[in-house]
T-cell receptor
Framework: TQLLEQSPQFLSIQEGENLTVYCNSS?????LQWYRQEPGEGPVLLVT?????EVKKLKRLTFQFGDARKDSSLHITAAQPGDTGLYLC??????????????FGTGTRLTIIP | NAGVTQTPKFQVLKTGQSMTLQCAQD?????MSWYRQDPGMGLRLIHY???????DQGEVPNGYNVSRSTTEDFPLRLLSAAPSQTSVYFC??????????????FGPGTRLTVT
């Protein structure tokens, strides 16, 4: 079973601060996705990275896929209360049918204090 | 477009009861999956399907059955509910033609409590 550990598990910071969330595994993944989940709702995709070393930016969010495709990070600049939520990473691996299936990380619950 | 719908939203069962969680999508997606979400454990894959009549087990399949008779529907059956199955269940669908890098669309979830 592939495991994805996220750290920290909980993070509470003041509005305007920067933060980084980590997603680590001993397994190699074909892709890495990041989702955000609001209370009472399902996760929503933020980004997909597929190449080792790849960096993607989504406004104030920067996502990086590790060179060995075993880890990833999410950096938020000047955090805002709207960034509050549960952040989940998910690693892709090939299923028995040749499709990619996802293994989700343990999650980081982020709270931005106004 | 309703996207992915799940019913019921909340359910309380007694140990040993059976029930079916419903999931439907109107996006003509081939790939559908069921996850359970427990505190501190992210989402764990229960079963998935790559098309009508084709299903496979995920990480935590014990105690659950699935079938896929149509592209739209992917119900999850609990055979004999146990307290360990208390969780929030999410259904997801995606377009995945034996390819990669797809986005999964999640339903709103079913919160199940087994007493």
């Amino acid at each position: 079973t592939q495991l994805l550990e996220q750290s920290p598990q909980f993070l509470s910071i003041q509005e305007g601060e920067n933060l980084t969330v980590y997603c680590n595994s001993s397994s190699v993944f074909s892709s890495l996705q990041w989702y955000r989940q609001e209370p009472g709702e399902g996760p929503v995709l933020l980004v997909t990275v597929v190449t080792g070393g790849e960096v993607k930016k989504l406004k104030r969010l920067t996502f990086q896929f590790g060179d060995a495709r075993k880890d990833s990070s999410l950096h938020i600049t000047a955090a805002q209360p709207g960034d509050t939520g549960l952040y989940l990473c998910a690693g892709g691996s090939i299923s028995n049918f040749g499709n990619e299936k996802l293994t989700f990380g343990t999650g980081t619950r982020l709270t931005i204090i106004p | 477009n309703a996207g992915v719908t799940q019913t019921p939203k909340f359910q309380v069962l007694k140990t040993g009861q059976s029930m079916t969680l419903q999931c439907a999508q109107d996006m003509n997606h081939e790939y559908m999956s069921w996850y359970r979400q427990d505190p501190g454990m992210g989402l764990r894959l229960i079963h998935y399907s790559v098309g009508a009549g084709i299903t496979d087990q995920g990480e935590v399949p014990n105690g659950y059955n699935v079938s896929r008779s149509t592209t739209e529907d992917f119900p999850l059956r609990l055979l004999s509910a146990a307290p360990s199955q208390t969780s929030v269940y999410f259904c997801a669908s995606s377009y995945s033609p034996a390819g990669r890098f797809y986005e999964q669309y999640f339903g709103p979830g079913t919160r199940l409590t087994v007493t």
